[in-house]
Every structure is written in C-alpha cells, then in structure tokens.
C-alpha cells in the first residue's frame, strides 16, 4: 500500500525548533519529487516547500524561505522538514504530499497524488 | 507570486450538477489540479490535468480549464461530495512555486 507518514509535530515555544519526518512506503521513494503543505485551523491549503527526486532542486514559499530547510534520505525513504525561528502564524497542520508528474502531448500535468495524514505544529508560548 | 482564485461558498442541490471556479494567471501555462477535503481529513486528488480521475474516484468529477480559468464540475451531486475543494498549480513565475486556491465550501442541500 503506497503510504505517507508524518510524524514530529508537538508544541513548541515562539523562537523555537521542530523537526518533521514523513516515513515513504510502497512505492519508490527515490522516484518522485516531494512536498510539504500546511493548513492552519480553520484556514486554507498553503503550499510550503518541494525537493526534488534527488535533492538537486528545493523550493520555499517566502513565507518560510530562510527558516525551513527541506531535505530527504532516500536511502531511508524519508522527508524532513527542519524548522527554524518558529511563529505563532506557523501553527498548522503539516501534510507531506508526492508529488507526480506526466507528460501528455505538449503539457506537463503536475499533480500530488499521495498524502499524509498530517502531524499538528502548535507554536504557542 | 501567483495567486489563485476560487469562491469561498457553493451550494448544490441533491442529484444537480454544480461547477467551482479557480482563476489565475498561472493556469494560462499550468493545468490545474484539484482536491477535496472532508473534515478532519487530508486532502484527496480528485482531478488533474486536461481532464484526468485517479483510481477511485467517481466520473460525477470532471474538469475544464478555458484561459485563466480552470473547473471542477460535479454531476450529479452526492451528499458525500459535501466538502471543501482546492485548486492547485504551479507559480507563473518560472520559480517552481506551489500555489492555492483558498478554497471552495461545497455545500449539498
């Protein structure tokens, strides 16, 4: 069963750290581009990062450029998402997502096909 | 950045056919995909592409895209369809930036 797991999350004061770990199973891992999304309560989808297949391509939202880090262990099938100087706005629940990709015709189809179920970042003094 | 547009709110009735909306310049270049979200759940691919269903899911779904505009239509809404739905591209930009659409509240009567 192709399967994404998160896991890491907790509360954690203003200022502070947290490190979140998505666990890949049932397909290869080493394939696919990888994301993270986040959702805080009662709020919307928001795209946060991406890292590509091999780590050669990463990507930040500006509203966690230069306080997350993004990073993957193919060996190990695993995402990770370290971040930094944590905000009350980062509050949220954190989502890996695969990320697929199809050529059809003269068009790529860019699509996140795998989810998790999430792990809740409270940062909260 | 790009942004995305969608209608905060729709309504359908039981068995009725209902469109939701997504708008933005980076649909010109990128097909939208969609996902519905259920309550205490993670999202779900619903659509993607020109017009593409994963495994699974129900061929009420379909989309469209014309312009800057892509959509999700249902026909023959069901109550299960009673969810929140988000329309996702890349950023227009060239930077490879993910984006939103804030989301759509599908509500069946």
């Known amino acids: 069963e192709v399967q994404l797991v998160e896991s890491g999350g907790g509360l954690v004061k203003p200022g502070g750290s947290l490190r979140l770990s998505c666990a890949a199973s049932?397909?290869?891992?080493?394939?696919?581009?990888m994301n993270w999304v986040r959702q805080a309560p009662g709020k919307g989808l928001e795209w946060v990062s991406s890292?590509?297949?091999?780590?050669?391509?990463?990507y930040y939202a500006d509203s966690v450029k230069g306080r997350f880090t993004i990073s993957r262990d193919n060996a190990k099938n695993s995402l990770y998402l370290q971040m930094n100087s944590l905000r009350a706005e980062d509050t949220a629940v954190y989502y890996c997502?695969?990320?697929?990709?199809?050529?059809?015709?003269?068009?790529?189809?860019?699509?996140?096909?795998?989810w998790g179920k999430g792990t809740t970042v409270t940062v909260s003094s | 950045s790009s942004e995305l547009t969608q209608d905060p709110a729709v309504s359908v009735a039981l068995g009725q056919t209902v469109r939701i909306t997504c708008q933005g310049d980076s649909l010109r270049s990128y097909y939208a995909s969609w996902y519905q979200q259920k309550p205490g759940q993670a999202p779900v691919l619903v659509i993607y592409g020109k017009n593409n269903r994963p495994s699974g899911i129900p061929d009420r779904f379909s989309g469209s895209s014309s312009g800057n505009t892509a959509s999700l239509t249902i026909t023959g809404a069901q109550a299960e369809d009673e969810a929140d739905y988000y329309c996702?591209?890349?950023?227009?930009?060239?930077?490879?930036?993910?984006?939103f659409g804030g989301g759509t509240k599908l509500t069946v009567l």
């Open positions: 049932g397909f290869t891992f080493s394939s696919y581009s």
């Open positions: 996702n591209s890349r950023d227009s930009s060239g930077n490879h930036l993910g984006v």
């Open positions: 890292i590509s297949s091999s780590s050669s391509y990463i």
């Open positions: 997502a695969r990320d697929s990709m199809e050529l059809r015709g003269y068009y790529y189809y860019y699509y996140m096909d795998v």
